[in-house]
Nanobody
């Protein structure tokens, strides 16, 4: 059973930073696509950043490129999303998701909106005001 658990959300002022964490599952293995998404009230879920853990390739949506960074802490089986220069429009619930069976090509597909994750966390709230 794969369980993803997000943490690190909170309330910050514009310009401040937050680091989100997603504790993943050993069941996923060493190579899979892990991605961060967000969903604001009344809006569709938006892919933000993705990493193919086998190679360390990273991919970003244009809306967050240069401000957000996805990384993985192998020792702690955790994928982070470092969010800098936060804006009020970044306010949303943030989710991590994992896709296990495809190759590295699935990550850029996910960022373009065409991928679906196999597993999801329950989300963590980020409020910027």
């Amino acid at each position: 059973h794969v369980q993803l658990v997000e943490s690190g959300g909170g309330s910050v002022r514009p310009g401040e930073s937050l680091r989100l964490s997603c504790l993943d599952s050993p069941t996923l293995g060493k190579s899979y696509c892990m991605a961060w998404f967000r969903q604001a009230p009344g809006k569709e879920r938006e892919p933000l950043a993705a990493m193919y853990t086998g190679y360390g390739n990273t991919y970003y949506a244009a809306s967050v490129k240069g401000r957000f960074t996805i990384s993985r802490d192998d020792a702690n089986a955790t994928v982070h999303l470092q969010m800098n220069s936060l804006k009020p429009e970044d306010t949303a619930t943030y989710f991590c998701g994992a896709e296990q069976d495809s190759g590295s090509w699935y990550c850029p597909l996910t960022i373009s909106g065409g991928g679906e994750m196999d597993y999801w966390g329950k989300g963590t709230q980020v409020t910027v005001s």
